[in-house]
């Protein structure tokens, strides 16, 4: 467990206008381990990663990376910070390349050799994308694409990744693919994040858990006992 690389929000507090999405939300993302958020549709899954990466602007409560406080700083800062983001629907640089987007996900890596390095892990974990580095990134099939967006978030040598849905309209092949690079790349010492609304994927993935309504954590535990909890599973696992 590396304390410095650990993720926490506390009491944190969004709103768009007047309308409140985030709600005095505290979490903790200890340092190597990855956690997993669940929630339905407009839980506020997605504004929690976009508080935490400067993306939206938080209105009370604070964010911090191994207890030094990031809250509401620039979303390139945060990138500094080693916190990288998957962003709900991949969002690709279209009219650009694979290559060019995930060469875009290395800027801040100025070492070439280091950059060659990454782009080499990059396509061991994903070598569906060796043959596509020249193809424009939009015509790519969303499986692909998907694995693209985290592709080019590793790039950053990330300490710590967020990933919002990533395996959102996947087939189950490239929900295992996904699956097995997030708890590979844990294993290489990067803490994790991870949104889903396929609860079963996430509870599986992640080691603790937290759920999300309207805007409010209403429990967070061990991922493996949710898997049998019987209110979990029968609000988010279809059981
Ligand atoms: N840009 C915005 N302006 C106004 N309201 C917004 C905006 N983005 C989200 N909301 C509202 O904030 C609430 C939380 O939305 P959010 O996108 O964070 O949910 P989510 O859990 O990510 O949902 P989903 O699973 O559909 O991605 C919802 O009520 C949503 O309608
Ligand atoms: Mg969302």
Redo the contacts with the bound molecule.
């Keep these: 467990m590396t304390s410095e690389h650990t993720l926490a929000v506390r009491d944190l507090t969004v709103h ?1 206008g007047a ?1 409140p ?1 985030v709600t005095g939300v505290s979490m903790e993302v200890k340092g190597g381990s990855i956690v997993s958020l669940i ?1 339905a ?7 929690l990663i976009k508080a935490i990466t400067g993306l939206v602007k938080v209105r009370s409560g604070e964010v911090t990376l191994g207890g030094k406080p990031l809250t509401n700083r620039a979303p390139n800062v945060i990138l500094d910070h080693g916190i990288a983001l998957v962003p ?1 629907g991949r969002r690709l640089f279209g009219g650009m390349t694979v290559r060019e987007n995930l060469e875009m996900g290395a800027y801040r890596i100025r070492d070439a050799a280091r950059q060659a390095e990454l782009l080499d892990t990059c396509l061991r974990y994903f070598p569906d994308l060796k043959a596509k580095l020249a193809s424009d990134a939009s015509s790519l099939s969303g499986g692909q694409q998907q694995m693209v967006a985290v592709a080019r978030a590793l790039m950053s040598a990330p300490s710590v990744l967020l990933l919002d ?1 990533p395996t959102i309209g996947l087939a189950p092949a490239f929900v295992n693919v996904i699956s097995a690079v997030v708890r590979d790349v844990n294993r290489q010492g990067v803490t994790v994040l991870l949104v889903e ?1 396929n609860a079963e994927v996430a509870l599986r993935v992640s080691h603790h858990a937290y759920v999300l309504e309207s805007g409010r954590v209403v429990k967070h535990g061990p991922s493996d006992v949710f898997l049998h909890d019987p209110d979990i599973k029968k609000a988010y696992l279809g059981l």
């Design positions: 768009y309308v999405a929630g549709n407009g839980a506020g899954k997605s504004t709900e849905e609304q």
